[in-house]
């Protein structure tokens, strides 16, 4: 069976930089979740990005469903299922709940597919439903969250990548939208997750993949992960180096 | 004068003044580029109403269905040739300034050796008669440009508002990403929005044309005049631009008349300095955190 996404030795970085991503290979397979973990500077977000068309690799392939899609743009990943929720809050500030909503719906023609979407994203957020005639841009930062999931899910993706969702939020805004996640992974979307807070994002996954310096150094099932004692080695570890450049 | 008399000639130049600024702010709001060549733009426009008027004897509001197209066309292609080169830079702000810099200066020039530094401008009938609504006076041709920018603005702002394609130059103003991420193609949206800007000032040229007499090198105090109007409002704000409009071609209207004509321009740069001072982001712009 083709892969979901299939990256293979992949190299990418932003404008005239050095490459943050070497040679990242790695396979996601249709139906689980997964979260990549890695310290600061990895290349976690550098990944979501080339995946999703912000970046180009610059080499290697990325595949989806084995087509190569390196090179194209956002709404032509859009149009092949994959979308991506970055870490800044995204929302249109003087668009209300309901236009931030079918906007995400953009590249659908069909009114009645819209509605019907917008109604499934509408109960699986009732929050939204209650604010649907608000401005965005006054909502709070956790309800800003769940308008940028919900407005991902009106393209209805197979890949939905996700990008520290609970960036800034209060601890317990942050349960909601981390409860969202593993729902959203117990459906036939496939979510691809990266999180700051690895335990957090692990708890609402199948699969952890952790990526260091911009390569993958190993990945299994997601609950157990963190008692790799590679990871200790990873996180202390870099930190020793850090030390040692600084004096 | 008094004081309705002075409001009412201030009001009918507002008009004007937020059709000229409409399609500058529009491109800041879309691309973040302050377009400094749009009052040169706006100038050849008016040259081709001109000649049109003085060759084939074309009344100048109707050689907006030349100026705008021809505008759009030339808007369009010029952003699809110099701007995505530019897009990758580092210095992506720097760059456009000196790019649309450069296209005033070479406009500027290419007016200048075709059609001379001559004062210029089209005297249709209208543009010298008046009348008098009660004991107000109106001049006939800043009425007619008045109702001919509110209706293209109305028309602007449905296009934005109930299209799908506006829709999509909205979502772009309000967060260029967020718009790439759900589907718009930023680059399509931006080749438009800088066709539909150039076609406003297509418009603008052509009643210009009637409204001041212009030169090539006229494109100086009006790019100087619209950057004071769109700040005012809030850079990338269209409701902002015709506030600021109009606010200003008030204000410069009492000016006049309380000082006379030469201290009217002082109006806007004044404007200018005390907006920057109190509340750079304008009336209605957003406070952009770097």
Redesign the interface.
């Known amino acids: 069976m083709t892969a979901l996404l299939e990256l293979s030795e992949t190299r990418a970085g932003y404008?005239?930089g050095p490459d943050i991503l070497h040679d990242v290979s790695l396979t996601i397979e249709a139906g689980k979740s997964y979260c990549i973990i890695g310290p600061n500077g990895a290349g976690k977000s550098t990944l979501l990005k080339l995946v999703?068309g912000?970046l180009k690799p610059r080499e290697g392939r990325v595949m989806v469903r084995g087509e190569s899609v390196g090179g194209l743009?956002?709404?032509q990943l859009?149009?092949r299922g994959v979308?991506?929720?970055?870490q800044?809050r995204?929302?249109?500030?003087?668009?209300t709940v309901r236009e931030n909503l079918s906007?995400?719906a953009?590249?659908v023609d069909d009114k009645d597919v819209v509605e019907q979407r917008l109604g499934r994203v509408l109960e699986l957020f009732p929050i939204l439903d209650e604010r649907r005639s608000q401005i965005a841009g006054t909502l709070s930062g956790g309800e800003q969250q769940m308008v940028?999931l919900g407005?991902?899910l009106?393209?209805d993706p197979s890949l939905m990548m996700i990008d520290e969702p609970s960036l800034g939020l209060a601890p317990t805004v942050a349960d909601q939208i981390f409860d969202t996640i593993r729902r959203l992974g117990e459906t036939d979307i496939t979510v691809l997750l990266v999180e700051q807070n690895a335990q957090r994002g692990l708890e609402s996954v199948d699969w952890g993949i952790v990526l260091d310096l911009g390569k993958k150094k190993f990945e299994g099932p997601a609950e157990g992960i963190l008692d790799d004692p590679r990871i200790r080695e990873l996180y202390l570890g870099a930190k020793v180096v850090s030390r040692e450049s600084e004096g | 004068m008094n004081f309705v008399q002075v409001l009412v000639l201030g009001l009918l130049l507002g008009g004007v003044y937020s059709l000229m600024a409409s399609g500058l702010t529009l491109l800041f709001g879309v691309m973040r580029v302050v377009n400094l060549a749009h009052a040169a733009f706006i100038i050849v426009a008016a040259y081709i109403a001109f000649y049109l008027f003085t060759l084939a004897d074309v009344d100048p509001v109707l050689t907006i269905v030349v100026t705008m197209p021809v505008m759009f066309m030339l808007g369009v292609v010029m952003y699809l040739t110099l701007f995505p080169r530019l897009e990758s830079s580092e210095r992506y702000v720097e760059m456009t300034v000196l790019l649309t810099f450069g296209l005033a200066l070479i406009v500027e020039g290419l007016l200048t050796f075709f059609f001379t530094g001559i004062f210029r401008s089209t005297r249709p009938e209208y543009a010298t008669q008046s009348f008098f609504l009660w004991d107000i006076f109106i001049p006939k041709g800043q009425l007619v440009a008045l109702g001919i920018s509110l209706v293209l603005l109305i028309g602007l702002w449905a296009f934005l508002m109930f299209t799908k394609t506006g829709t999509a130059i909205r979502a772009t103003m309000q967060n260029r990403t967020a718009a790439q991420l759900v589907g718009v193609n930023v680059r399509r949206i931006s080749a438009l929005s800088f066709g539909v800007g150039m076609a406003l000032a297509g418009a603008s040229g052509s009643l210009l044309s009637y409204l001041f007499p212009f030169f090539p090198s006229r494109h100086w105090q009006w790019v100087a005049i619209l950057l004071s109007l769109i700040v005012l409002g809030g850079l990338g704000s269209l409701k902002g631009a015709v506030v600021g409009a109009v606010s200003l071609a008030v204000a410069a209207a009492f000016v006049t008349d309380i000082f006379g004509p030469t201290w009217s321009p002082v109006t806007f740069f004044l404007a200018l300095f005390l907006v920057l001072m109190v509340r750079p982001q304008g009336l209605y712009g957003k406070v952009v955190r770097i």
């Open positions: 404008g005239a999703c912000i743009r956002p709404d859009l149009a979308c991506y929720v970055p800044e995204t929302v249109f500030p003087t668009m906007m995400g953009y590249s940028t407005r991902a009106m393209v």
